[in-house]
């Protein structure tokens, strides 16, 4: 990949605006983010970036005053990416007096710029060394009034983010005389379906394998919840992604974790990757399986 493909963002701004959350919502949007790097050590990481040979695609550096006198160096940085042909674009992040006062009353921080203390001060002087930075910027957020979900959801816009690329879900089969996972967001039992343990010559299969999958299909009520759980998750999803999740951890249990909820784990993570979805799959208990239902 040229080095003018790579996406390389430098996220500054005001004290207190949201730059530490911004590094982590670019995370989860999969950019390598480093924070407070020193603006002269900016180029050399790019030349490392430019050579990585396709394994960092997506990079956001945050710099800002912490750096001290380091910082005065963002615009020679910046100047020296220009000539090696590496593009770059400038997040801005702000905010009104009033609520950056208040958050570092809350958070009980001092500014990085005031010496006696006073916030405002220390606001006003940070507010003139970045003004040359602020009228160079591609974006300029300000994030006064943004809850943490529509702030995710003005990087994704920006970022021209696709919605389902904003979520990575994770789809666990599990059982529950193994416990339910304690990272799971939901938790749905299909203890309740037909179980392929009182087959004699199913016993021994595990969910994954098509013979245990035709025995469950060919059941009215294995088809319709499947259905049902589809239509459900469709509707929720969405939901969750606009309110800034970026992460959803489902998780089906049966028994023993060894056939119905393997199978149902399987089906649904083909039906959403079908639909554009991140997911992964998981089986957690059919390793280890040894109990007497599945």
């Known amino acids: 990949m040229e080095v003018e493909q790579k996406k390389f963002i430098i996220v500054t701004g005001l004290s207190g605006a949201g730059k530490s959350l911004a590094a982590k919502v670019l995370e989860d949007f999969g950019y390598f983010c480093v924070d407070n790097l020193p603006p002269l050590l900016i180029p050399k990481f790019a030349e490392i970036v430019a050579q990585s040979h396709g394994s960092i ?3 956001a550096l945050v710099s800002d005053v912490r750096g001290g006198r380091f910082f ?3 615009l020679q940085a910046l100047a020296s990416l220009e000539d090696m042909g590496f593009g770059y674009e400038i997040l801005f992040l702000e905010a009104s007096d009033e609520v950056l006062v208040r958050r570092y009353k809350e958070s009980r921080r001092r500014h990085p710029l005031s010496v006696e203390g006073g916030v405002l001060e220390g606001l006003e002087l940070e507010k003139r060394k970045l003004q040359h930075i602020r009228e160079r910027a ?11 979900g529509e702030f995710k959801n003005t990087l994704a816009e920006w970022l021209e983010q696709d919605d389902k690329e904003r979520m990575l879900i994770n789809i666990v089969s599990f059982g529950f005389k193994h416990g339910i996972p304690l990272y799971a967001d ?15 010559e199913l016993r021994d299969h595990i969910g994954t394998e098509k013979i245990i999958k035709d025995f469950l299909l060919q059941y009215s009520l294995t088809k319709t919840f499947v259905e049902k759980l589809n239509s459900f998750l469709l509707f929720l999803i969405p939901n969750y992604i606009k309110e800034g999740k970026a992460q959803l951890t489902i998780t089906i249990g049966c028994t023993g974790g060894k056939h119905r909820s393997v199978a149902i784990a399987d089906w649904l993570g083909v039906s ?9 799959v ?13």
């Open 282 to 294: 998981e089986h957690r208990d059919i390793t280890q399986w040894s109990g007497k239902h599945g």
């Open 272 to 280: 959403l990757g079908q639909r554009g979805y991140s997911c992964v």
């Open 186 to 200: 939901l938790v749905f039992d299909v203890r309740f379906l037909p179980n392929p343990y009182w087959v004699d």
């Open 57 to 59: 695609n997506k990079v």
């Open 138 to 148: 591609n974006k300029i957020i300000d994030t006064s009034n943004l809850g943490i």
């Open 72 to 74: 005065d160096h963002l």
